[in-house]
């Protein structure tokens, strides 16, 4: 057959669109998806023939498959874009996957804000319109010490608008050493020029001194901003202010010293095993004027910016029209306050909120958790192959063992910090680990896990019971397919 013979046999739109098949589609999904698919199948296939440089070798035109493509297309454009996934990697914090999973209860508290009227903005006690604001600064204000806070989009944000607020046309005070930039866009120097500030750095690179700060201080500075270096730490022979001494010297020349604290805990970490990181409460009572973090950091809750400090300056803040251009919506105000509630006590705080879980497990868990997950994986691999014992005699399509190895912090925080795990580490027999690797990452849920030499690790610190079974059953079949 010429190609002319097997163009003629491609159905029309309308043929494919009357298949009782495509019907049952077009009650299901909308019409123009299903067209469009039809038309794309159709085109694939056309293309196919004209590109084709030995058309005896196509396959005859087959409806039913076509339909069956259709099908496909059809349901992966009505399938949502945004997915959950299994983090087999280990790095707690990833803004790549999310940052911070929060808990049941706290999600239930957002499903219930989201699905009905609430008070957002109403004084239940007047009837009177209230602020936002007021459903978490009470226990920003209990939490931190500070008089009181304010909470905006995410920390990026809170930043910029600290700065326009109080610095525009002015200059702001900051160390060489701590211009920092975190994950590309976030960088102290842009964000300083588009808050309208003007950037006085002193000090060197790895040392900054007092007397640095001092001889910046002129009429015109707004204030002495510290910068936590979240994601780097500038080791040796170096020097750095400490917060006492910046906050004397504010004192001395009246001028407001601000912190961006970065991840901005609650606890302290080190009473876990964890590196000592100065904590919200640290800082405020150092006599810091503003201090801003994130939310979904180490706090372990919703994508936010938290701002907290003296009165008079969060007054100002809530004043700036951007407050109301970056203000955080009842979803992120219900899952925050939700999460800010389980610091009222720390050491239920530790149990309930994933991130800071996964950040204090023990080495035990760890090991027991990767010894099930190991138990799970190697009766999945038994499970798969006795299915097509014949054809496979030996069976095993991948090998397993535990291994010693580190968990990450991840998001900016506690960059040095080593987090001892186990991990069970695969190792596909029939086909390099990078192709199993990408097979995980687009499986049902996606997996995600890290390459190291030969072998695939999975870190249990990172995973759920609940995704053990799943993930065994993803390597089981991909190591037998492929
Ligand atoms: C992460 C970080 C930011 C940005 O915070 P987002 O909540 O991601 O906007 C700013 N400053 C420091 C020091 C940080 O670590």
Known sequence: MDKRAYLTQIPSVDAMLAEPLVKELLEQFPREIVVEGIRKVL????????????????????????????EVLVKSQMKPHLKYLINATGVILHTNLGRAPLSERVCQRITEIARQYSNLELDLSTGERGERYAHVEGLLRRLTGAESGLVVNNNAAAVLLVLN?????KEVIVSRGQLIEIGGSFRIPDIMAK???????????????????????????????KVHTSNYRILGFTSEVSLEELVQLGQEYHVPVMEDLGSGSLIDLSRYGLEKEPTVQDCIRAGVDIVTFSGDKLLGGPQAGLIVGKAAYIEKLKKNPWTRAIRVDKMTLAGLEAVLLEYLNPEKAIQEIPTLRMLTMKLPELESRAKDLLGLLLEAQHRTTKTDAPAQPCGESFSARILDDFSQVGGGALPLQKLPTKVVAVKPLRFSVQRLEERLRAYDPPILARIQNDELLLDPRTLEISQFSVLAEAIAVICKSL
């Open 165 to 169: 607020t109080f610095a525009q046309g």
């Open 195 to 225: 808050s309208g500030a003007i950037l006085k750095e002193v000090g060197t690179t790895n040392k900054t001194h007092l007397r640095d700060y001092r001889e910046a201080i002129t009429p015109n500075t707004a204030f002495l901003l």
């Open 43 to 70: 085109n694939t296939r056309r293309s196919q023939i004209l590109e084709s440089s030995d058309p005896a070798q196509l396959p005859q035109i087959d409806k039913s498959q076509l339909i069956a493509e259709l």
